[in-house]
Nanobody, 122 residues
């Protein structure tokens, strides 16, 4: 049974930084790509970033490119999202998700964490 547990959310001023973590359990972590998604109040959930099982390939939404960094430590079964230069529009619940594949494939993220709130004050 796959379990994903996010942490690291909180309240930060605009321009500040946060690092989200997601610890996975239930199957061999390095075999599966991981993704980060977010959902702001009244909006659809949107893609933020994703990383392949090996960590060699990363992908970002245009809105976060250059500010967010997705990484993973397969020895710790953990994926990270380093968020710098945060903006009020980054405010959302952030979810990590695990794919069914080692490479990043759109629509393949079927396991989800409970989410962690990120609030960026202007």
């Amino acid at each position: 049974q796959v379990q994903l547990v996010e942490s690291g959310g909180g309240l930060v001023q605009a321009g500040g930084s946060l690092r989200l973590s997601c610890v996975a359990s239930g199957r061999t972590f390095s075999m599966y790509a991981m993704g980060w998604f977010r959902q702001a109040p009244g909006k659809e959930r949107e893609f933020v970033a994703a990383i392949s099982g090996s960590g060699t390939s990363t992908y970002y939404a245009d809105s976060v490119k250059g500010r967010f960094t997705n990484s993973r430590d397969n020895a710790k079964n953990t994926v990270y999202l380093q968020m710098n230069s945060l903006k009020p529009e980054d405010t959302a619940v952030y979810y990590c998700a695990q794919s069914e594949y080692r490479m990043v494939v759109a629509g393949s993220f079927h396991y989800w964490g409970q989410g962690t709130q990120v609030t960026v004050a202007a």
